[in-house]
Every structure is written in structure tokens, then in C-alpha cells.
């Protein structure tokens, strides 16, 4: 695993344009639930999603990266 010590948490609470941004694109995918609530419901699963992801890549994952571009799939 990678070493995510200094992994640090985007405050997503204090960012109302991020929060607005998000419940407009609620309003297409999902009216019912586009809700402020619902917006920092989303943005902390992507947070936490993002923040799971870093942890649980290998150490050499730029290794990988880069044998993925050369083979032309990214």
C-alpha cells in the first residue's frame, strides 16, 4: 500500500459552490434526492471513495501507469 500520511481531507462542508455545483448535477441524475443533504451525501462518498482507492494502491502503481499508456489503452 501506498503511504497516505499526509493524505489530507478536502473540507467539502465550508465549499457551498462545490455543494451548489453538485446538487445541480443531482437535479439531472436524480431530482427527488438533489437536496444540499443529499450533495454533501455524494461528496462524502466520493471522498471516502478516493481516500479508500489511495490506500489500497501498490506502491510501484506509477510502474503500472506507465506500462498502461504504452500499450495505448489510456
Known amino acids: 500500500m501506498t503511504d497516505q500520511s499526509d ?3 478536502y473540507n467539502i462542508y465550508e465549499n457551498e459552490e ?3 455545483k453538485t446538487m445541480d ?3 439531472y441524475i436524480d431530482p427527488e434526492h438533489a437536496t444540499r443533504e443529499d450533495a454533501i451525501s455524494l461528496l462524502e462518498f466520493m471522498q471516502t471513495t478516493a481516500k ?4 489500497t494502491l501498490p506502491d510501484n502503481f506509477d510502474q503500472y501507469y ?3 499508456k504504452e500499450q495505448g489503452l489510456g
Open 7 to 9: 493524505f489530507k481531507r
Open 25 to 27: 448535477n443531482l437535479k
Open 52 to 55: 479508500v482507492v489511495a490506500d
Open 18 to 20: 462545490l455543494i451548489a
Open 66 to 68: 506507465k506500462a498502461y
